[in-house]
């Protein structure tokens, strides 16, 4: 029988890095072990069609979570037809901080604007989403590759380094559509640098979101 205490033990030595390396050793170690059922042609319309019916933030956030493990990694981030989760998953999160949201969806997928609504006792915010990675990056590769790159405290310095340049090149690329009416920009920051240089970036961030605070309702960063 496995002695679970020596095992809590065990890991209470870890360094953080050492942790770090344990956690992604093991999610893709379980991630290989259980097969990722497939999903049809069909059954993501349907998906797709239930999450464009409002529900309150919380089961939005579940509905999205179990559709997103449906799809295998190498597919979620490489194939057009599942564009949709990646924005349910930034609405979704940004749902649940939003302060009395009452309900919030996907927009039809023949509407080109906005990405999704959320509704608030004070009105309804319209929703882009749009995410912050390296311009360079191809994770559907990495997945395909079966070698997900693990992070050292370089890389963690290299995207800190980046996110000036990648954050203000997402954002203005929103701006330059001149939307109307102007939407809520909700923008997700997928360059984890672990903590380095937080207070700086912050700054970076806060300056970003008021430099282009004229072109939009609101802007959030995750």
């Known amino acids: 029988m496995t002695d679970l205490q020596k095992i809590v033990e065990d890991l209470s030595k870890l360094t953080i890095l050492e942790a770090a390396d344990l956690a992604e050793m093991?999610?893709?170690t379980w991630e290989k072990e259980i097969p990722t059922p497939c999903l049809s042609a069909e059954e993501l319309s349907i998906a797709r069609a239930d999450l464009e019916v409002s529900?309150?933030?919380r089961e939005f956030f579940q509905k999205m979570e179990i559709l997103a493990k449906r799809i295998p990694s190498e597919d979620l981030f490489d194939a057009p037809r599942f564009g949709f989760v990646l924005d349910a998953m930034i609405l979704a999160n940004f749902a649940v901080r939003v302060d009395g949201a009452t309900g919030v969806r996907l927009m039809p997928e023949r509407e080109r604007f906005p990405d999704g609504i959320i509704e608030t006792p004070n009105g309804t915010l319209k929703i882009e989403v749009t995410e912050v990675d390296r311009e360079s990056r191809r994770r559907g590769d990495e997945y395909k590759s079966g070698v997900t790159p693990r992070d050292s405290i370089t890389d963690?310095?290299?995207k800190a380094?980046?996110?000036?340049a990648e954050l203000e090149r997402v954002i203005l690329k929103k701006v330059n559509k001149h939307y109307d009416p102007k939407p809520t920009l909700v923008v997700y920051l997928n360059l984890d640098e672990y903590g380095i240089r937080q207070k700086e970036i912050l700054t970076i961030i806060e300056e970003a979101k008021r430099r282009h605070a004229?072109?939009?309702?609101?802007v959030h960063v995750l």
């Not at 380094?161 to 000036?164: D, E, G, K, L, T």
Request: aromatic share 12%; with cysteine; glycine share 6%.
């Open 156 to 158: 963690w310095q290299e």
């Open 26 to 28: 093991l999610e893709e």
């Open 161 to 164: 380094n980046a996110i000036p």
């Open 55 to 57: 529900c309150v933030p």
């Open 214 to 218: 004229s072109s939009f309702e609101g």
